[in-house]
């Protein structure tokens, strides 16, 4: 069995795993110590490759709208501006919604997530501090994925549930990845069950800790890690299952 690692740089393209058998465009990779060292030749993506590809896509939506854009809007409401409120949401609702949508996956509720995050957003922007390209909407995102773990832990008064009578685990297998774009890799991770949905989302797009995980969903960190695994195994199975019906 693979253990699968967190990704290792900034840009978490590198990463380290037991097996090194995903590179990117450099000739090079993280060894499960930590050494990059050069790789002779280029080799089959896996799980891990498909989400990181993920995740690079979501932070390259973060930052296409201009850092002037969010500095602005940050001024509009800083000076009381009536049109600041307007200008926030037609320049980021749309993505938003996309974080939500990672989370939730029931229309009403995710609408009246969406609304309760926006009324957060709005009454809490004079605690925001700008502090370049891409800050506010990550600000924003962080919002709105509290709300979205706070709708359904009280959905679900006993967090632990989360994790029981999930499918067994799958056999391990590595996606074929060609040609799945972000909105096909989004519609495939809303068919995990929620538990994996949850560990999946927190881990390797939030970013946080399996310590951290436990500590938001009620869990032990080994069940954490568990899920992720078994997400991941799933996730990889729903794509590749997505690409023998586009033959």
């Not at 609408?111 to 370049?132: A, C, N, P």
């Not at 067994?168 to 774009?181: A, K, R």
């Not at 951290?212 to 009620?218: A, D, Q, V």
């Amino acid at each position: 069995m693979r253990h699968w690692a967190k990704p290792c740089t900034a840009d978490h393209f590198f990463f380290r795993c037991e097996q090194m058998d995903v590179v990117g465009p450099k000739k090079s990779c993280f060894r499960a110590d930590g050494l990059r060292v050069p790789l002779k030749k280029t080799v089959a993506p896996c799980k891990e490759y498909a989400l990181v590809t993920f995740k690079r896509q979501n932070q390259q939506n973060m930052t296409k709208v201009a850092a002037d854009s969010e500095e602005e809007i940050v001024g509009l409401f800083r000076r009381g501006d009536a049109s600041a409120m307007d200008r926030l949401y037609a320049d980021h609702a749309a993505y938003l919604t996309a974080v939500c949508a990672r989370y939730i996956t029931d229309d009403d509720e995710l609408k009246d997530v969406l609304q309760e995050s926006m009324i957060k957003i709005f009454t809490r922007m004079g605690t925001f501090s700008y502090r370049g390209r891409g800050s506010l909407r990550a600000w924003m995102s962080r919002i709105v994925v509290n709300e979205c773990l706070q709708t359904i832990r009280q959905r679900r008064r006993h967090p632990t549930t989360l994790l029981d009578q999930l499918p067994p685990d799958l056999p391990d297998e590595d996606p074929d990845i060609e040609g799945i774009d972000q909105e096909t890799m989004t519609r495939l991770m809303a068919r995990l069950p929620e538990g994996y949905r949850l560990v999946l989302n927190l881990y390797v797009v939030e970013g946080h800790s399996h310590k951290e995980i436990g500590e938001m969903l009620g869990i032990k960190p080994d069940s954490s890690a568990s899920q992720l695994h078994r997400a991941k195994n799933m996730l990889a199975h729903l794509i590749n299952e997505h690409q023998r019906r586009k033959i």
